[in-house]
């Protein structure tokens, strides 16, 4: 037993010799050749105006799921003070408009108007502006119109619009647009309906949107907006305007036959939210 012990242990000494004092290093493979010279390449330089920022102050600071203000492109539009922005809709579409607002740190009462053409409106949008109001001009998407009217009335408020004083104004399309966005969004607190229509949606809006105020327009012989008009106004038990022409055409192009009528809803804005 005892020899059996010895020999175990000396075997022991032979695999396992006693370290060095000093550490060694030993490569457990083959070795290159150091390079003569460092191939040094310097980055490109890029001016700061080249760079595109990938943050914004403003979207940073509003709350989740929130809207995120008009955002400005492009250059201001010509003898005019509106500027070209765009609007993200929830299905992610980039929606054109033109958005006037006033660089006063001021909020305004807010206007915001749907129609098939964004420069259909003439110099109204520009009118308005100048009695005092913040004014977003957007396209409408008859596809897709009610979950863009939610969003276009929010992107008006989250910028620089007084969210307790708001008003819509819609032609043709967009009339209907208009009452039936507002009956469900207490945001609004006016509308101003050029050429609506008649259909059971719009009779039930009219009574979800009374009592608060409506200025309608329409022309004697327009055969579909005309009779609309007389059966929505007694519909709202608040106060109604309703504004016959003459063969003045629909929509916004009133606007252009009947100027006059620019003054009547300018008036009517100025006397249900300030100005």
Known sequence: MLLVSCTFFAACDTLLPPPTLTPTTVLSGPTIEASPTLNLVQPTNVSFDA???????????????????????????????????????????????????????????????????????????????????????????????????????????????????LGVIGAVDGADTTLIGCSADKLCDTAVLLSPSDSPAMQQAMGAFSPRTVLMVASQDDTISYPAVQALQPINRGEVLVQPFASAGRGTDILTKRPDLIDLIIAWLQRQIGG
């Open 51 to 165: 760079v595109v920022a990938t943050g914004n102050a403003t979207v940073a600071s509003i709350a989740p799921d929130s809207v995120v203000p008009p955002a400005f492109i492009g250059t201001p539009v010509a003898n005019s003070a509106g500027q070209p922005v765009i609007v993200t809709a929830q299905d992610g579409t980039l929606l054109n408009g033109i958005f006037y607002q006033k660089n006063d740190n001021v909020r305004h009462p807010g206007i915001l108007m749907i129609g098939p053409d964004i420069n259909a409106w003439g110099n109204l949008p520009q009118r308005i502006f100048e009695a005092n109001f913040t004014v977003l001009v957007m396209p409408l998407r008859t596809d897709n119109a009610q979950a863009d009217f939610t969003v276009m009335l929010q992107a008006l408020t989250s910028g620089d619009a007084d969210p307790a004083r």
